[in-house]
Structure formats: C-alpha cells, structure tokens
C-alpha cells in the first residue's frame, strides 16, 4: 500500500466533486492537485522529480524499513529543496512532538552564503536527515540534565514533507523523531515507530502461520481520530482570563438553557462556523490531510472534524496538524478554538475518539470480519488478542489517556467510565460465546428494516446497535478508544495498543507455533486456533461489557470482575512505572525503563503545574475580578435598604437578602483565602506526594470556590458581573 496513493484513494471516495468525476468517480489528478495535497512532497511529486533508481531505492527504505543510503539522501534532498522554493518557501524546520504535548518547530534558513559574497540556495541529504536543535528546555523528565544539552532530530521519510503557509512566509516542515544525544526518546513519535514495528512483527508471525505468502511484509496500525471542540467568539474569550490562561472556565453557572433540548447535535452548521470548517478543511487538504467528516457535537458551541484514517504514525503528525489548524484559523472569523477536554461545567466534553485497527502492506484489515464470521479462524485471533491485551493491560491504557483535563471528563455521566472495557456487539459476543463452549457454527444476521413507506429504501441492519458508554468499542470493522482527550497528542494511546496487541499477538504466535508444528495441516491448525482462542476467551472475557457503562451498576459489576477502576491521574499515571508496564515497554523495545520513568515523571508533574495554575489563576480571578464586582453589587443593596430605612419605608425581605448575601460573599471570600493559603504551603519534594495533596486540598477548595462564585453570578447585577456568561460563549454564534 503506498502511503499517498492509499490516501488519494481515500480522500477521492470521500468526496463528491461529481463534477470533476468520470464515470467510475475518480477525479482528475489535477482536481486532486488543485484540493488536496498539493502542498506535500508526496510520493507521486517524488516520483516525477527524483531519478529512477533513487526513486526505487527510497519507495524500498520506506516500505521496508531499510536504512537510507547518504547518497540517495542527498538527491532527495535537492529535489526536495528545489519543490520548495519553486511553491515560495523561504525556510524549512525539522517539526517533532517533544514531550510538552505540544508540536516544536526550529527554522532554518534555505538560502546560505557561497562563500565567494553571494548566497545559494542550499538543503543537504544531512540537513534533510539529521537536526540538533537545542534540548535543554524541553522535558526530559529527568532524562538528560541541563549541561548535556544535546538533542537530535531524525527524518521520519514515512511522513511525508509539506508546506506551512502563513502571511507572506512559506516553509518547509520536515518531519522527524527527536532524542537525546544518548539516543533517548525525547518525544512522542519514536516511540510510536518503534510500536508499530514491534506489532508488525508479531502480526506477521501471526500471518505467516494462516500462510500469508511473501508479497505480505508489513502489518500496518492504522488510526483515524474523530476530533471535538469548542467555538467561541473571540473577543469574549478574550474576556475570559481562565479560558485565556487555562483553556477552561473555573468558574460560569449554569445557563437556563444547555444541552437539555438536545438540539445542537447533528444541527444545522452555523454560517460562520461553516466558512470556518469549510477554511481549515481547505488548507488540511493542501498537505494531504484527509478530512471528511464535519457536524455539530452534543454540547451548544461544539463541533467534530473527522479525517480518513491513515498509517499511525502519519495519522498522529496530521492530527497535531489539525489540532494547530483549527486554533489558526479561528480567528480569521472572529472565534477562539478550544480543545480542553471540559472547558465547561456541567456539558459535554470534548474527547478525540481514536479508531484502531491493523493492515497488511497489501491493504487487508485484519479487524473486518466479514460475512461469515464465524469461520474466519484468522480475524478470530486477531479480535482476541486485543481483547487479551486490553485486559491484560487496562490499567496501563487507563494511564495512557491520563492527564487533569480528562479528568473532569472520564467517569462523568457523558464520556466514557475510567473503567476499561470492550463492546462487542450481539454479532461478535454470540460467536465469542460459541467459541467457548465448542467450534462456532453460524454468525448472527442484521437482516433488513422495512421502513413502511413505499417511498423509502429498504436499509439493511447491521448485526450489533452502537454503545455510545463503552469507552473502547468494536465498531465494524475497528476497534474505536473513545477516552482519549480532545487536547492529547494520539501518539502516546496508540504507542501503548501497539504495545500491548503486539504483546499479545507475541503470545498468541508462540502457542500456535508450538500446538501445530511448524508445517500443520489444516485441520491440526484449526484445532490449535480453537483451543487456544477457547483459553484466551474463558481468561479474558471479563473485559467485554456491551451494557450501559455509565451505570453505577456496571460499576458494581466491575468491581466483582476484578476490572481496574483508576479513578483519575493521580490513582492511574504510577501504572506506567509498574514492573509490567516496564517489563513490556522494554520486552518490545518500545521504551527503555529511563525512558517509562521519564515519561511518569513528565505527566505527573505535569499534572501538578497545571492544577497549580489554575488555582492561582482562580484566587486572582477571585480577587481581581469577582470580589470588586461583588462588593459593589453589596453597595448598592446596602444602599438601596439604608435610603428606604431612611425614608421610612419598611424594608424587610430587602434586609434579609442583603444579610444572606453578604453571608454568601463572606464565605467566597474566605473560602477564596483558604484557596490562597493552600497554594502557599505546597509540599516539598516527591511529585507524587504533590499530586496527592493538589487532589486532597486543592481540588476540593476549588470546587467549593467555583460552587460560591456560580451563586454569586446569579445575583449580582448582570451589568456589573465581571466575565462573559456561558449563556453568551455557548449561544452567540
Ligand atoms: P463513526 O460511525 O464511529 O463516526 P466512521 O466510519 O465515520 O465511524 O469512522 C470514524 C473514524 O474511523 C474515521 O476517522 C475513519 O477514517 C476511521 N476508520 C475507519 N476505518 C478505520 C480503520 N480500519 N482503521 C482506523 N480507523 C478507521
Ligand atoms: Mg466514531
């Protein structure tokens, strides 16, 4: 499957440009041009600028992981650069995803002096291979101390090179991996390549023994990200020191109106909202972004863009890209994108559903199960070693998804439970359930609906309904982690499925290998396959859930399974340093043990930084913003009760409100102090320890403070009430 080839195809089965298309709906390769990727060095642009052999020679290091020769580097090099400045680039930066969660980007100039008092243009095959930017400000998380500075980046060729375009600047990204000078990852992207190899190679073990012939290689992870978040107009935004400050609302009341009516979802785009979806589509399809799918989510104010999805690593750079180009381009129409993952209390917040699955170079998924399933022995095995891996392994995938934004989000009553389960659907669980108890004799049928009116076409039905509460869900023909925060970079959940399923397919290999011998027949095989999928089944089966996740039943269930309950970040990141988590990160050589450790370290403090900030943020709120408005809301009253007194005019319900108001205001104010005294007496030393009392002492307080704060909006005047109301940044659209 060629990389770029594969997404063309995608993204010309994705879209309806019917005019362009001829009768089988293909569309000219100068439509696709002129749409969608025309700002990427892509494999066909590689294929027109590069000489043959070298050409040849590089499609050979992609597909099979080869090392890249110098020499081809450096023709690859040259043509890369000579694409760039003929498309405007000035530039060009080797673009990674240090571990800050975020993207890091250093630009180098194109344009270097000859030495004889002119300049040329100039981007050697070293230059396009290898960086050293500066590491010292990134985490290591203990890592690399500060005087051993040195970093490296690495082209990653199987991503491929586009152009960022901004006013009047045009550079060229090349992606690539970063690690310290010792070779340690520093970044979210080595280890995902190295989990893709590591499942790979275990897949195919896998596939060799159903005797898959040579022309099959590679197994490929394969991702596809359903992206939500907010919309809001930017200059309340800009009215919003905690959104500004911390992506999030610490304190709002609750509107009359919020999601109750359930009518934003799925409703009509707003104007202005569409010609901003319709303009970060627009540039996503210039560097090869597949995006296809656009609609309103549950919560007023939030909206989803879905990709096609892509090979995992590809996959994960083009969300970090979508994830920058929504934040861009909202305020050319006026509005601030938020991607927190619950920028508002008491609605829906915003996750990054992830959709998983596994293909061969040749372009099978080994995820679909096809009609007959229960005769497909091989998606069989596949389907339960990810149900063994994500039994096996719940609680490191828990903490994989782990940071304080997605805590306000996992376990309320409309994101996924922090419990870890799988749906299987009717289908899939009666085939289980057969399997269990002897060799499976039929797949259970969706049939069709009939809908009644003539005019209406029958639909068929598929064999299993949804389950919108499981967070990690088989949808079809992939399995869907719907826990994953709208703010994470995917490439850490993914890294840890690669991980686990690679694990599990390790083990699945073996005893297969071992049960049937090394040339079976096909009847010894199938007997090895049954009784080895029987034993996964009966040891595993304890993670498949198809019922409401949200209910404090299943809660209860759960806990009877013996299923992990890791509440939040606290209770679930020192999972990632566990002996197994070690043991299997450094099995696969995925991560080395410094590398897990420093990876629980980054989180966890992390995780500290950010509840401090938005503690700090929330007592100066408080004092700067709220009280002052308060305090004159309370002058007016108390003057409003002294002149009617005065005037002899009884005034007692008045009195009663001004005392139960100052009380109200008395207790945010202390209760705001008490916020301010806990910040200052942090303890020293051990971040986890740190955690554990930012969670016991500072959380609680925050939340008391936010529940007096919310009282108050609703009785001060509104015209002195000092920020935006969620009235106005969910409904001004
Ligand atoms: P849903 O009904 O859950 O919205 P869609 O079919 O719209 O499902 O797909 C949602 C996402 O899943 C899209 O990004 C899509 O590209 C992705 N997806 C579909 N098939 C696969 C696959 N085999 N591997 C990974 N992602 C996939
Ligand atoms: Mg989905």
Known sequence: MSLISARNKAVV??????????????????????????????QRVMRQRLPKDVYKRLIQTLEHGEPLDPQVADVVAAAMKDW???????????????????????????????????????????????????????????LRATFEAR???????????????????????????FVSWTGAALDQKTPLLRSMDALSKQALRVLRIFGADRGVHRVYTTVGAEQEYFLV????????????????????ARPPKGQQLEDHYFGSIPPRVMSFMAEVEKELYRVGIPVKTRHN?????????????????????????????????????????????????????SGKHNNWSMCTNTGVNLLDPQDETHTNMQFLVFLCAVIRAVDLHADLLRASIASANNDHRLGANEAPPAIISIFLGDMLTDIIEQLETGTPKRTLKGGAIDLGARSLPQLPRHSGDRNRTSPFAFTGNKFEFRAVGASATSAWPNTVMNTIVAESLDDVATELERAAGSKPSEAKLMAAVRTMLRKVIKQHKRVVFNGDGYSPEWHREAEKRGLPHLRDSVESLPVLKN?????????????????????????????????LIESEAMVLLGRQLILPAVHEHQQRLAAAVAATQSANVDCAPQRAALRQFVDLVNRFASTLDDLADADDSQPEGDTVEHARYLRGQVIPRMERLRALGDELELRVAAGLWPLPSYREMLFIK
């Open 233 to 252: 107009d930017r200059n309340l935004y800009y009215a919003r020191p905690d959104l500004v400050t911390c992506d999030r609302t610490l304190f709002g």
């Open 13 to 42: 089965a994705a879209t309806s440009w019917k005019e362009n298309a001829n009768s089988n709906g293909a569309i000219s390769q100068e439509r696709v041009d002129a749409y969608f990727g025309c700002d990427v060095f892509s």
């Open 151 to 177: 970093g490296y980046t690495a082209w990653d060729a199987t991503s491929p090179a586009f152009l960022m375009r901004g006013e009047r600047n045009v550079t060229l990204v090349i992606p690539t991996a």
């Open 579 to 611: 002996r197994k988590s070690i043991e299997l990160f450094t099995r696969y050589k995925v991560l080395t043990k410094q590398e897990v450790e420093s990876r629980f370290h980054i989180s966890i403090e992390k995780y500290c930084k950010q509840i």
């Open 297 to 349: 989510e549950v919560a007023p104010g939030q909206y989803e863009i879905a990709p096609v999805f892509e090979e995992a690593n590809v996959a994960c750079d083009h969300q970090m890209v979508i994830m920058e180009t929504l934040k861009r381009v909202a305020p050319r129409y006026g509005l601030q994108a938020i991607l927190h993952e619950k920028p508002f209390a008491g609605l829906n917040g």
């Open 84 to 142: 760039a400045i003929e498309n405007g680039a000035t530039h060009y930066t080797h673009w990674f995803q240090p571990l800050t969660g975020l993207t890091a980007e250093k630009h180098d100039s194109l344009v270097v002096p000859d030495g004889q008092g002119g300049m040329l243009y100039a981007l050697s095959g070293s230059d396009l291979c290898q960086g050293e930017p500066d590491a010292s400000s990134f985490p290591s998380g203990g």
